[in-house]
């Protein structure tokens, strides 16, 4: 209410045996207004970073006794290996300086559990930061420096399940707390893998108008492993607690914006709720859920705006472009008549399926696949090719913490060990330093280069923040791409064709270049747009008009 004021209360329980126990319950101070808190869009680039693997900037917090992980091990990829918010604190004016505005650390709260506690995703007290990873003060300073900068601090957060090692586990509040709670009662001493009732995965069932009950079910009320318990936000008390505590974050940290793991898994009424209350109380912040699904009709369903047969209103502005990702990376590595660049420009054309195709979140890779570079099979031509095309779509990109020095896990592509590698130079006596440029190759240094050049290029790019676009279908294995803006045109052409050549421009005409001075981005180099254009070799040029 708005007349409820700041201020401390107490709340006396009383047990059965007529003993009490009083608590001090406290309603903090709004920092700012509502309207204040401003989220994250396509003006926006985001780095998404894996804690643990970024930068020890505190190596007194490694182990932590009394907890139930304590091992260190840089070697294998499934332990921890000390990186922390003071270490992404550190090396803040290194990801400025590439040219982001927004970070993404994925979970940084409590994980207690008794392996593979790095990763953040199985949290066992939702309002406290892992003492790991440093302090809630660490988590504050982060905030208030990424401001500092003009940049914003993204939460990831997980309504879906918590870590097994919960503390509410060992006493469950209600009968229905968790979904298959009798099923985990049963079992509880002697709980493994084959005691749960795992989630099916059949997300469709949120869109699917001929679903069966079972299968819907199965979504929504399986756990996802078996160390990881399936919220019940069915329980009204459940469902208040979550939106309670996403409240909470945001006015504690002054978030730039929430990203909601495993979107389709949780009950979908909620999830209307949950993003509904807070859009409601902070009418110009952004979510982006995450919704892995190759097929942009259920990434549609998500967002807000869209006209879903079933009548559902997600209130949702952001979704994660799991199509284009693929399209992107198949495109690259197809070799036909077009060379695959088909795959791109069919890809950007589903975009009639979305409501607000902007405000989408677009990338290459992250934290759950194979990097991007190991993806396109280590071509560094084809890698800097679909990142700079990714950077100049109608989204809000976002770039996995290492694709700017070409990162890799193609020893064993898809291990999430690799996937999640540490980032060198974040370690005292690290003989490769990624921050320094010490010890880089030329190619790890020049992929730096062009991205931190394209990047800090899109920061100030209207027509990339808000142009409208017009692509042309694949020639003579090219493909053109145009935002434009009032006097800005920023023109994408990518080229697959490994001989050296010329090409006619009379088929672009209708952009309205024709004479008109346009500079490449990556080269300075000045060109007047006339009757065609040569390519030295297969490769990206990107110009602009301004």
């Known amino acids: 209410s708005e007349l409820t004021k700041a201020g401390k209360f107490d709340i006396t329980f009383t047990f059965k045996d007529g003993t009490e126990k009083k608590h001090t319950y406290e309603l903090s101070e709004k920092s700012k207004s509502s309207e204040e808190y401003i989220g994250f869009d396509s003006s926006d680039a985001i780095f998404l970073i894996t804690p643990d693997r970024f930068a020890n900037g505190d190596p007194s917090n490694d182990i932590i006794e009394g907890l139930n992980e304590t091992k260190i091990d840089r070697t294998d990829g499934y332990a921890r290996h000390g990186g922390d918010l003071r270490g992404i604190i550190n090396h803040l004016d290194y990801i400025e300086d590439l040219g982001y505005t927004a970070v993404w650390p994925t979970p940084v709260l409590m994980n207690n559990m008794h392996q593979g506690s790095y990763h953040g995703y199985a949290i066992t007290d939702y309002h406290k930061v892992d003492p790991r990873f440093g302090t809630l003060e660490d988590y504050m300073e982060l905030s208030s420096k990424l401001k500092d900068k003009g940049m914003k601090l993204i939460m990831d957060q997980v309504a879906n399940h918590c870590g097994l090692e919960h503390w509410w586990m060992k006493d469950l509040p209600f009968k229905d707390w968790v979904n298959n709670q009798k099923n985990y009662e049963d079992n509880i001493d002697n709980w493994d893998w084959k005691s749960t009732i795992n989630s099916n995965h059949r997300r469709t069932t949120n869109q699917d108008a001929y679903a069966s009950s079972i299968d819907t079910k199965g979504n929504t009320d399986g756990w996802f492993v078996a160390g990881m318990p399936d919220l019940n936000q069915r329980n009204p008390f459940m469902a208040t607690y979550i939106i309670q505590n996403s409240i909470w974050w945001i006015e504690t940290l002054e978030l730039g914006g929430i990203r909601q793991d495993t979107y389709p898994y949780p009950d979908k009424d909620f999830m209307s709720d949950w993003a509904g209350a807070i859009m409601n109380e902070y009418p110009n912040f952004s979510i982006?859920?995450?919704?892995?699904?190759?097929?942009?009709?259920?990434?549609?369903?998500?967002?807000?705006?869209?006209?879903?047969?079933?009548?559902?209103?997600?209130?949702?502005?952001?979704?994660?472009?799991?199509?284009?990702?693929?399209?992107?990376?198949?495109?690259?590595?197809?070799?036909?008549?077009?060379?695959?660049?088909?795959?791109?420009?069919?890809?950007?054309?589903?975009?009639?399926?979305?409501?607000?195709?902007?405000?989408?979140?677009?990338?290459?890779?992250?934290?759950?696949?194979?990097?991007?570079?190991?993806?396109?099979?280590?071509?560094?031509?084809?890698?800097?090719?679909?990142?700079?095309?990714?950077?100049?779509?109608?989204?809000?990109?976002?770039?996995?913490?290492?694709?700017?020095?070409?990162?890799?896990?193609?020893?064993?592509?898809?291990?999430?060990?690799?996937?999640?590698?540490?980032?060198?130079?974040?370690?005292?006596?690290?003989?490769?330093?990624?921050?320094?440029?010490?010890?880089?190759?030329?190619?790890?240094?020049?992929?730096?280069?062009?991205?931190?050049?394209?990047?800090?290029?899109?920061?100030?790019?209207?027509?990339?923040?808000?142009?409208?676009?017009?692509?042309?279908?694949p020639f003579i294995a090219t493909y053109f791409l145009f935002r434009i803006i009032d006097d800005e045109v920023v023109v994408v052409i990518l080229n697959k064709n490994d001989e050296p050549g010329s090409l006619d421009l009379t088929r672009y005409s209708e952009i309205g270049l024709d004479g008109k001075t346009l500079r490449n981005i990556i080269t300075d180099e000045k060109l007047i747009w006339k009757d065609s254009i040569t390519f030295k070799s297969k490769g990206i040029t990107i110009l602009t008009t301004k």
Not at 389 to 398: A, T
């Open 288 to 473: 982006v859920g995450e919704e892995w699904s190759y097929n942009p009709l259920l990434v549609a369903y998500w967002q807000d705006g869209h006209n879903n047969k079933d009548g559902y209103k997600s209130n949702l502005r952001s979704t994660m472009d799991f199509p284009m990702q693929k399209a992107i990376v198949d495109a690259f590595n197809e070799e036909s008549w077009d060379n695959g660049l088909v795959k791109i420009y069919e890809g950007l054309a589903n975009d009639f399926a979305y409501a607000s195709p902007k405000d989408i979140m677009v990338f290459l890779d992250n934290h759950d696949m194979s990097r991007i570079h190991t993806q396109l099979n280590e071509d560094v031509v084809n890698t800097k090719m679909a990142l700079g095309y990714l950077l100049c779509l109608p989204r809000i990109p976002q770039v996995y913490y290492g694709t700017e020095i070409l990162m890799n896990d193609t020893a064993k592509p898809g291990d999430h060990g690799l996937i999640r590698t540490d980032f060198p130079g974040g370690w005292k006596g690290d003989k490769v330093n990624a921050f320094s440029g010490e010890g880089l190759s030329k190619d790890q240094k020049d992929m730096q280069s062009y991205l931190r050049k394209v990047l800090n290029y899109r920061k100030s790019s209207k027509a990339i923040h808000q142009g409208k676009t017009i692509h042309f279908a």
